[in-house]
Every structure is written in structure tokens, then in C-alpha cells.
């Protein structure tokens, strides 16, 4: 299928496919499932399900927002990498994103991805990744730290960060 394919154009193939089938066949798929339940239970309570599931689930994402700011605040203040708060706090913007659309489909990611467990298996997955591929650097009045936990892009960007006014260089 796909051995004339570079390693990246594979990678662009993958997440193109990824793409369609969440703009194409997950919709079709919520609909299925709505008009499913809706046989079994009945219009009104399936309108009344799915209103009261985002209800609930905008609640969550709200209080697992805040949480996780705190969180990524305080390791801020502690001088610590906040990776893990970023990803957590990717994770519940993804579940707010899928609690928008109407949908039991959704509505389970959205709350799957809102539990404390899963936003840490997504993270430590995230972050077993992307670490070997991240060099920090910080900048301090006597010179440069450098933890290196990978390399540095190709690209070798650098960001140059003027001094304070009124620090010698």
C-alpha cells in the first residue's frame, strides 16, 4: 500500500485518514446511535439524556479546568516543567470540544477523557514521546543552563531573550 511513501508523507496519510473519519463517520455514527436509543427509550427522554449528560459533563470540565490550573500554577511557582498539566489541560479542552457535539459517542470520550486516569495514561504516553525531542534552555544572570533531555529541532531555532533593563551583560 504504502512503500513508495516517505516515513512523513505516511504520517500525513495517517492523520489525513484520522481526520475524514472524525468529520465524516463520526457523525454518522452519533446519528446512528441517537435514533438507536431514541427507539428504545423514546424521543423526549433521549433529548433529555443528552441534555443532561453535556449538563453534567460542562460541570466537570469546568471543575477539572481549574484543578488542573492550579496544578499547572503551582508548578510554575515550584520552578518544575509543567508537560504533564499542559497535556491534562489538553485532554479536558478535547472534552469540552467533544461534549459540543450532540452525541453518546462524544458524550463518552468527552467523559472518558475528563477522568484523572486517562488524562495520566494519556500524558505519560504524550510525554514518553515528545521528551526525547525537547532540549531546554534557561537563561540566568550567570549564563545559560542547559538540561538536555533530546535534541534540538533540525532547524536549530533560537530564541534570543534581551537582558533587564539595567542588568550587565
Do not use: W
Not at 443532561?52 to 460542562?58: P, Y
Not at 453518546?104 to 500524558?123: E, G, H, M, N, Q
Amino acid at each position: 500500500c504504502c512503500e513508495g511513501l516517505s516515513r512523513s508523507s505516511v504520517k500525513k496519510l495517517e492523520m489525513f485518514l484520522l481526520i475524514v473519519s472524525l468529520v465524516v463517520v463520526l457523525p454518522l455514527l452519533e446519528l446512528y446511535v441517537i435514533v438507536q436509543v431514541g427507539h428504545q427509550v423514546g424521543l423526549l427522554p433521549t433529548i433529555a439524556l443528552l441534555i443532561a449528560i453535556s449538563a453534567v459533563g460542562t460541570s466537570l470540565v469546568k471543575r477539572e479546568g481549574m484543578r488542573v490550573y492550579k496544578d499547572f500554577t503551582a508548578a510554575i511557582q515550584r520552578g518544575e516543567e509543567p508537560s504533564k498539566q499542559i497535556v491534562h489541560g489538553v485532554c479536558i479542552l478535547a472534552a469540552g470540544v467533544f461534549l459540543f457535539a450532540p452525541g453518546f459517542i462524544s458524550d463518552v470520550l468527552a467523559i472518558t477523557l475528563l477522568l484523572p486516569p486517562t488524562r495520566a495514561i494519556a500524558s505519560k504516553l504524550v510525554l514518553r514521546r515528545s521528551r526525547s525531542k525537547i532540549t531546554v534552555i534557561r537563561a540566568t544572570h550567570t549564563g545559560p543552563i542547559v538540561e538536555t533531555k533530546g535534541t534540538l529541532a533540525a532547524s536549530f531555532d533560537v530564541i534570543d531573550v534581551d537582558p533587564r533593563e539595567g542588568e550587565n551583560n
